[in-house]
């Protein structure tokens, strides 16, 4: 079994509860810290593809669900 880990963005100033929204064509429920905004969206990518590691100024999380394979 090989152990991965996966990181997302988390908006802290929002709670844990559930918003409804649109994702690749299909309604899904997501816990609203998990929504983050455009902007803070393209600082990661950006961060990402331009020095390869994860931007310090935004808050992540371990996405525990997708952990190991």
Known sequence: MEIFLFLRIADSAKS???DT???GGQ???Y???QC???LHCLL???M?????KLDDLLTWE???LLASV
């Open 31 to 33: 816990p609203a810290n």
């Open 27 to 29: 309604k899904g429920n």
């Open 44 to 46: 990661a990518a950006r």
């Open 48 to 52: 990402f593809t331009e020095a390869g």
């Open 21 to 23: 929204l649109v994702a």
């Open 16 to 18: 844990q509860q559930i």
């Open 36 to 38: 983050v905004d455009l």
């Open 62 to 64: 371990e996405d525990k």
